[in-house]
């Protein structure tokens, strides 16, 4: 019998590995997962960033178009130059009012202005962004004054306007769902903005209805944050976008890009200088969707590990159990041939001190037991050797109809006259139909069950045979109030050389050949074999035949 720990263990070490396997896909979905997600944030926050530089753009051309309709002449402005620490400041002056724009003096283009300032400002009209048309436009506006319905005041009006509904979050909408439609990406968007940052403070949200866009991978939010003291730090200001972001009810995950789209080149926010905040929740269903070939493949390849360890413990377990059957079976029949060897043996070495004429008798006897041990030997020979035959089924039957009542009722008779146990076997016939069979095999069979119902029972046996119809052919049961079978070696009494291991240390005589044989009969008949009731008080074992082969 197999010893139980080196396989417990062996299970358990299994079952480790396999969780550790799990563990460490786990770890790794988790790490990829968090990779696919940084690589989605950072994704859209390049879309986001396009967007704002897309309505930087848009409003910058409006904004140039406009200005350039207001600012016709050199006449449209008086300007002054002067130098500051990093390089020169223009004056407009319209008589009433001040005006001025820092430039660069590393960056920007200072000879021009010397030489026509009217062409310079035209011609960075024409390629300034829309932050650098600011500090232009604060100049221009009130230089002059129109007469009322002109085009030139229609167009002031119209850039004064322009400027100061400068949170219309039409305009960013329309860059944001065009930047993400451009890039196959689809949302709803939601517009936030705030009056002036004394708003954020109070919390007092103006919220315009939300702009709807088909099909839904993430929730959008964008807002305009309005400036409000330009004495203020941009990282004062950022530091209240943040709190801004904060009292957001938006979740931690939601991508965030902000920009101030008025401070000027000094990164000093002058006057109003609102913020643009456009923020997209991380679309999880997306990343998921796209992890899902991955996790899928490792759910097949551990549960293909799995099995193929599965299948490999249980060979290992078959494997053990044979060699331990076939140890078993090699020092049972080593015995069995053993026994009659020795008595062949004895009865020989005794013929040679018997004088055959004068001792007939004696001799006759030496003689009798010596064929009848060697016969014993040559029937265990040939079990032996016809035993693979029979399991693979490389045998013919010689069926014949025959009154199987009258078989079982005969072998009922002899078994009861064995002298080793007190016997006792009874017949119970009730089926109505003949049988067709091979006669001597299935003399075998019965002999083979009520062989094993003696051996495995305590000193009085009894035995009762049943006999009836069942579906297309017959049924019969060999009961025995003997030792019963374990139920955990049930499954294997049928095997070849199997044999219930010996716990009470009785010493049954046998091979393990019996029922295998047993079965191959019956099955080569077409029936089936099985163990019926089974338990300390007994066992049942129930064949069924077919009526016709
Ligand atoms: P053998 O009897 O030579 O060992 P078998 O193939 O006939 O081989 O039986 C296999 C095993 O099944 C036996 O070793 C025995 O443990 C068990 N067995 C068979 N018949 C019975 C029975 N009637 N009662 C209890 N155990 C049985």
Known sequence: MMRKYPMKWILVLMCLSITAVVILQGIWLMDSYAVSKEKKQADIKKLLDVALIERDRQLADTVR????????????????????????????????DNSYAMYDATSRDTLAIHKDPHVFFVRKMSDLTFSELKPLYSATIGINSYPDGSPEKAAQMKLTYFFHSIQDTTYLANAVIRTFADAGQSFIGKVRWYKDLSDI???????PPPIKKKSAASREVFGVIPGSDDKQSLGYKLDLLQSYIDSLNVSKDSVFVSKPILNDINDVLRGEVPTVLLSVKTPYTAIGRQMLTGILGSVIALLFVGMCMWVMYNTIVKQKQLAEIKDDFISNISHELKTPITTAQAAVQGLKFVDLNQNPGKTSIYLRTATSEIQRLSLMVDQILNVSLYENGGFQLNPEGFDFKTMLNSIADSQQLRKEKQISVSVRYEAETDVFADKLHMQNVVVNLIDNAIKYSADAVSIAINCRNVANGIQVSVMDNGIGIPAEFRGFIFDKFFRVPDLNGHRIKGYGLGLSYVKAIIEKHGGSIGLGRCGESGTEFIFTLPESL
């Open 201 to 207: 403070y109070t919390k007092k949200v103006v919220q």
């Open 65 to 96: 178009i406009l200005m350039q309709k207001v600012v016709r002449n050199k006449n449209d402005f008086g300007f002054r130059i002067f130098d500051f620490t990093k390089g020169i400041q223009i004056g407009f002056n319209n008589g009433i």
